[in-house]
């Protein structure tokens, strides 16, 4: 339920890497985890020489300099200075923006409270946290669906990290049932194209203990 490592997820599929995945409760605050991370957030990728990287923006940037210059047309990162610009704005505003409005307090509410024990935060969801989140998501999917109705992709041409960051956090959303697609044909198109990269299966075929998907997350032609 993570956006940014969805998103991180995404791009290490894009570039072909095999990785193996630890899940993390972090409101745990592990000591093992916390030496990785002293901030206590997600993703945290580490590589083959136990070399530690924290953050979306911080990992996305290094595999695209160490990775992504080397991939040419199949770069998540424009080689023009203001399409990288683009690609980054855009990919700020759905891990930042979108998260506060929307993501992070309705994952918080509807998954995080019925796994984090009472003293630490759990218990029964916050309507009115719920009711102003989901009151935001139409500002957003209104943009989503400006954004990819007048330009190939969202940042241009190219499939790029702007893309992936969108998706990622659709994704958590479509998972609760939060959005109704009726409403976003154009956003649906774009969506759906992203589903079918081979990069997305994982993320489709996981499943949440105790709180299963609506019945076409899946579905790659819902």
């Known amino acids: 339920m993570s956006t940014a490592s969805r998103f991180i997820r995404l791009v290490l599929s894009e570039y072909g890497f095999q990785v193996d995945l630890i899940e993390e409760q972090t409101w745990e605050k592990r000591r093992e985890f916390l030496s990785l991370n002293p901030a206590g957030t997600l993703p945290v990728y580490v590589d083959d020489n136990m070399r530690v990287l924290c953050g979306p923006a911080v990992i996305s940037e290094f595999l695209d300099e160490t990775h992504g210059v080397l991939k040419r047309d199949r770069r998540l990162l424009a080689e023009d200075p203001f399409q990288r610009a683009e690609i980054r704005r855009l990919t700020e505003w759905f891990l930042q923006k979108m998260e506060q409005d929307v993501t992070k307090p309705l994952v918080r509410e509807r998954v995080h409270k019925l796994l984090i024990p009472n003293g630490l935060g759990g218990g029964a ?12 998501i139409r500002q957003h999917m209104k943009y989503l669906s400006w954004l990819s109705g007048s330009r190939p992709w969202l940042a241009g041409d190219r499939l790029s990290y702007a893309d992936l960051a969108a998706a990622a956090a659709i994704s958590v959303l479509d998972y609760l049932g939060e959005i109704d697609w009726s409403e976003y044909p154009i956003a649906k198109e774009w969506y759906q194209r992203l589903k079918s990269r081979p990069s997305f299966r994982p993320l489709l075929a996981e499943r949440l203990r105790g709180l299963t998907p609506v019945s076409h997350y899946a579905d790659l032609d819902f």
């Open 125 to 136: 969801p916050d309507s009115k946290v719920l009711r102003t989140a989901r009151g935001n």
